[in-house]
């Protein structure tokens, strides 16, 4: 649910880059008719959509992995560990994102991760903590879809002016 969703801020920002959705499991699957309905109201359709199974080719040449739960996280580190820096829960890196600012003109994508980043340890990655994950409202009613679409929106807008809403290098 979070690819249209940032693909939009990005392209309101006349910011051109692929944002490419990859899970844990769940190839060639449609999305769940609560998902396509809450995207749908909002001007979204991703009911062509398929789920696609996350490769470590996919991270080696991806400039920012995303994930929703620390899980997803942790299964990007173990299928490509040099991915770490560059990889993080959308929660985590808005979180993280809030204090270090926005993006420089004309500072690269990967020194504004490293600010971002600076202290974080992959034992942060262990544990139960619930903190930086966006519940997935998978099998649940559609208001929790609802509300997560509201929650991702929030997300991506954010992200999108901490990385691309102030530079000018795109």
Same mark, same amino acid.
């Given at each position: ?21 990859? !899970?844990?499991?769940?190839?060639? *699957?449609? &999305? ?6 809450? =995207? /749908?109201?909002? +001007? ?52 993280? !994102?809030?204090?270090?600012?926005? *993006?420089? &003109? ?6 504004? =991760? /490293?600010?971002? +980043? ?53």
């Amino acid at each position: 649910m979070a690819e249209p969703l940032l693909t939009a801020r990005l392209a309101a920002r006349g910011v051109s880059l692929p944002v490419r959705s990859a !899970g844990m499991t769940g190839t060639d *699957r449609p &999305p769940p008719p609560e998902a396509v309905a809450a =995207l /749908a109201a909002r +001007g979204h359709d991703i009911s062509g959509h398929r789920g696609q199974t996350l490769r470590a080719s996919d991270l080696a040449a991806a400039d920012l992995i995303l994930g929703m739960t620390r899980a997803h996280v942790r299964h990007a580190v173990v299928l490509a560990p040099s991915a770490w820096p560059r990889t993080f829960t959308l929660k985590e890196l808005v979180r993280r !994102g809030r204090p270090v600012g926005p *993006r420089l &003109p004309g500072e690269p994508l990967s020194g504004w =991760l /490293a600010r971002a +980043g600076q202290g974080r340890d992959h034992r942060d990655l262990l544990g139960g903590s619930t903190e930086d994950d966006v519940a997935d409202p998978y099998g649940g009613p559609v208001r929790e879809y609802e509300a997560t679409v509201d929650l991702l929106d929030q997300l991506t807008d954010e992200l999108a002016d901490l990385c691309w809403g102030l530079t000018s290098d795109r």
